[in-house]
């Protein structure tokens, strides 16, 4: 998918966010931030739109904070359905600019790369084995063996411990 631009003009805009053109123009006149030459920043406009749409979204209102009802009016329907097109866009938006990534693929991803290191640790003991032996004067069977089993301990320690304590990776 290739990314879009940061700005697009107000009828690209009113079809990300799923609005018309003329209501966009009715929310630059509320507000909506527009650039000099007439565009609306995506990422700017789509958080306008989500923080003054509505006043009751401003305080994270909507369905789930209104009082609970036996019906749902035509109005409110249309101001949910408005909503929930807004926070599609950002979302969008946010994938393509390479912010949000799949579960499925980063848990993909980092089992790929624990099966490498792993395989990769146990490649070393086998190379290292016998260069430690000849170097100390001891059994290479023997030696690989003990190099073995502690490698193997120290991985199965290493997945038991929570993915927290590993830090941030900064």
């Known amino acids: 998918m290739t990314k879009l631009d940061s700005a697009e003009t107000k009828t690209a ?3 990300r966010v799923g609005l018309t053109k003329g209501r966009i123009s009715q929310l630059v006149a509320e507000g909506l931030p527009v650039r000099p030459d007439g565009q609306i920043d995506v990422a700017v406009g789509l958080a306008w ?15 789930t ?3 609970a009802r036996v019906s749902t009016t035509l109005a409110e329907a249309k101001r949910l359905h408005e909503i929930v097109k ?5 979302l969008a938006f946010e994938k393509e600019q390479g912010l949000l990534v799949e579960t499925a693929a980063a848990t ?4 790929a790369r624990a099966r490498a290191e792993r395989d990769a640790h ?6 290292t084995a016998p260069l430690l ?23 199965e320690h290493l997945a038991d411990l929570p993915l927290g304590s590993f830090g941030d990776g900064a």
């Open 65 to 67: 904070a209104a009082p």
């Open 13 to 15: 805009f009113a079809a």
């Open 86 to 90: 807004v926070q599609r866009a950002k």
């Open 49 to 63: 739109i989500e923080d003054n749409l509505d006043p009751a979204r401003r305080n994270k209102g909507g369905a």
């Open 133 to 155: 032996a000849a170097e100390v004067g001891a059994d290479p069977r023997a030696t690989f063996a003990a190099l073995d089993r502690m490698m193997r301990e120290h991985l």
């Open 108 to 111: 993909r991803t980092v089992f």
């Open 122 to 127: 146990m490649a070393w003991v086998q190379r």
